[in-house]
């Protein structure tokens, strides 16, 4: 339930960083959807404005040069003109006016149909206003005019003049600047996304760290659980065994007394084991290492011990370590409690040898034995060769390695495991 609800908590920030990232990134881009538009018609209407100026240019020329007077016109001196020979393009058009002779410049810079130029001398003519603007020839081709009615001395209208420039460079440059425009948006969006993932990771990673810490100190506290009640069930057992003796023998109830003071203290080691072992991996405590006797701490924990059914032999040699009791007990005890429990052949009686000599404890059985290619992984924690949790060979574990000790397993030549706990002899033997 604990690790569902840390992956459940890691899963919201998840969701929130992505959530937090669309955020950033729909305002950034709409931002940029509104920029890209400004500067598209920004340039739209600065191609407009460059058309508008070349067509204003020859209207204004043309209408210095061409004379009205009397309902006539005169269009002689445009041939007079170099605007006559160039771009843009114009045409002198009666329009709605009356009838007289259209002129057109000499020079064809864009091919437009007269029905285009003649509406639009019309509208001019017609209206009494000058026209501009984009219009599509009959072949689908953008062009720019302007359209100018021609007034003679008495104000009365006598045609129009108009003017027309290609519009395709210009509409091509603009569409060239369009998809300039939006590919660089849409590259700034994607910048904008991954930095906005970035941003809120980084202003998530206390959250996470946080998170983190906690899933450790459950886990920690899971192990600290774990490693107690495994611990436990040996001295736990020893005691009910006590009791059950003492109800049945009155009489040896005195004699009972020292072993139960003693299971008892072992207990209580027992729970202050698991915060030490986190207190010296963290290295804020150290073992409390000091001169011991290995052969008599050995022996008398086997006398403490329930046997299960199992018969268990001590042979020991006067052996003096350096270590720390409370560990060491601990250590020994879960082998002797793993031999018991895993070192018997099915339907037979557990026969155990605990020998103790040169800083070694060397405990072998007559079970089954060990895989070879396994022996190692036996060691960690979760992992055993039967169907315990595999704790207590992980404490053996770690207790030898802060003792600066080995652990080593393997089989017997006839059948059955041997553990050896091997410790730094102690000085004064």
């Not at 004379?67 to 041939?79: N, P």
């Not at 104000?155 to 460079?169: C, K, L, S």
């Not at 906690?214 to 736990?236: A, F, R, Y």
């Not at 009489?251 to 080691?269: C, F, H, K, N, V």
Request: aromatic share 4%; with cysteine; proline share 4%.
């Amino acid at each position: 339930m604990t690790d569902t609800g840390t992956e459940t908590s890691t899963g919201r920030l998840r969701r929130l960083r992505g959530l937090l990232t669309l955020l950033f990134t729909a305002m950034n881009a709409l931002g940029l959807v509104v920029l890209a538009w400004l500067l598209i018609e920004a340039d739209a209407d600065q191609g407009r404005q460059r058309l508008d100026s070349d067509v204003r240019q020859v209207s204004a020329t043309l209408a210095r040069l061409i004379a009205a007077d009397g309902g006539a016109i005169v269009t002689a001196y445009i041939g007079t003109d170099t605007v006559n020979q160039q771009c843009p393009q114009f045409a002198v058009l009666p329009g709605t006016a009356p009838h007289f002779e259209p002129y057109r410049g000499k020079r064809e810079c864009v091919p437009v149909d007269d029905g285009l130029l003649n509406r639009l001398a019309a509208e001019a003519t017609g209206t009494n206003r000058s026209k501009t603007g984009y219009e599509r020839t009959a072949a689908g081709r953008s062009v720019y005019v302007a359209a100018d009615p021609i007034k003679d001395s008495s104000e009365q209208i006598v045609g129009a003049v108009v003017v027309v420039a290609d519009a395709e460079a210009v509409g091509e440059q603009h569409d060239e600047w369009t998809l300039l425009v939006i590919g660089g948006c849409v590259l700034l969006v994607l910048g904008l996304g991954a930095a906005g993932y970035f941003i809120a990771g980084r202003a998530m990673r206390p959250a996470t760290a946080a998170l983190e810490q906690q899933k450790s100190l459950l886990d920690g506290v899971s192990q600290l659980l774990d490693g107690v009640v495994h611990d436990l069930k040996t001295p736990v057992a020893g005691l009910r065994a006590l009791a059950e003796t003492a109800s049945r023998n009155p009489a040896a109830q005195a004699e009972m007394l020292p072993r139960t003071i003693r299971l008892a203290s072992m207990m209580g080691d027992i729970i202050d084991l698991w915060p030490r072992r986190a207190r010296v991996t963290a290295g804020v405590e150290k073992p409390a290492m000091g001169p011991l006797m290995l052969d008599q701490l050995v022996e008398i924990l086997v006398e403490d011990m329930p046997s299960d059914g199992a018969r268990i032999s001590v042979t020991s040699v006067p052996t003096r370590v350096e270590g720390d009791a409370t560990l060491l007990r601990r250590a020994i005890a879960n082998l002797i409690g793993n031999a018991v429990n895993h070192g018997r052949v099915p339907g037979e009686e557990a026969d155990i040898q605990v020998t103790v000599l040169d800083g070694r404890v060397i405990i072998a059985d007559r079970g089954p034995g060990v895989d070879p290619d396994g022996a190692a992984e036996l060691f960690e924690r979760f992992v055993s060769g039967g169907g315990s949790t595999g704790i207590g060979l992980a404490v053996v574990k770690w207790v030898a390695d802060i003792h600066g000790g080995t652990l080593r397993i393997y089989n017997r030549d006839e059948g059955g495991a041997i553990f050896e706990l091997a410790l730094p002899m102690g000085t004064g033997e």
